[in-house]
């Protein structure tokens, strides 16, 4: 396993963007696909984006689809996810994790490793 830490949550109004970074520490990225996931209040924890180890590769779902992009650094083991045109319904916890090599990147129970997550609060 290694650590990940999320940073650049806050609080925004409706149609705002903001950008997510994760910082991976322990072992090189490069060995990792990563993904972001998300927890709003008294819901589930679900999929929001997903990137293979060189970036070749991304994966986002319907609701975040053409708003939001994940992108990463592997030189310097950061992982991104910008997020525009920002909805309340976009309002949760906010999770990167990492596994190497998962097939299917959608699914939370892939990934060993998450950060502690960042709030991300919209509001009109």
């Known amino acids: 396993q290694v650590q990940l830490v999320e940073t650049g949550g806050g609080s925004v109004q409706t149609g705002a963007s903001l950008k997510l970074s994760c910082k991976l520490s322990?072992?090189?990225?490069?060995?990792?696909?990563m993904g972001w996931f998300r927890q709003a209040p008294g819901k589930e924890r679900e999929f929001v984006a997903a990137?293979?180890?060189?970036?070749?590769?991304?994966n986002y779902s319907d609701s975040v689809k053409g708003r939001f992009t994940i992108s990463r650094d592997n030189r310097q083991d950061l992982m991104f996810l910008q997020m525009n045109s920002l909805k309340s319904e976009d309002t949760a916890v906010y999770y990167c994790?990492?596994?190497?090599?998962?097939?299917?990147?959608?699914?939370?129970?892939?990934?060993?490793?998450w950060g502690q997550g960042t709030q991300v609060t919209v509001s009109s």
């Open positions: 994790a990492a596994a190497q090599r998962v097939s299917q990147n959608y699914r939370d129970s892939e990934y060993d490793s």
């Open positions: 990137i293979t180890w060189n970036g070749g590769a991304t």
């Open positions: 322990g072992r090189t990225s490069w060995l990792y696909d």
